[in-house]
């Protein structure tokens, strides 16, 4: 899997201000996935890859 950050527009919802988006992508499959954040601190990053790893609906898995 590969992951990366770009900005995005400043998208504000509650008290919250969206100015980066995270995607993580299965290499093999062309699978990805998006999700808003705040920053662009690892601990964001790590946060949201951890939700997206642990949901069961999800295709991607933690890599073997």
């Known amino acids: 899997h590969q992951s990366d950050t770009?900005?995005?527009p400043h998208d504000?919802?509650?008290n919250r201000?969206?100015?980066y988006r995270g995607v993580i992508?299965?290499?093999a499959?062309?699978?990805r996935r998006s999700f808003a954040?705040?920053?662009k601190s690892s601990a964001?990053?790590?946060k949201n890859i951890q939700k997206i790893y642990d949901?069961?609906?999800e295709p991607l898995s933690w890599p073997n």
């Open 6 to 8: 770009t900005p995005m």
């Open 12 to 14: 504000k919802v509650g």
């Open 17 to 19: 201000i969206y100015k």
């Open 25 to 27: 992508k299965d290499t």
């Open 29 to 31: 499959t062309r699978y």
């Open 37 to 39: 954040l705040t920053d």
């Open 44 to 46: 964001q990053m790590a």
């Open 55 to 57: 949901d069961p609906k």
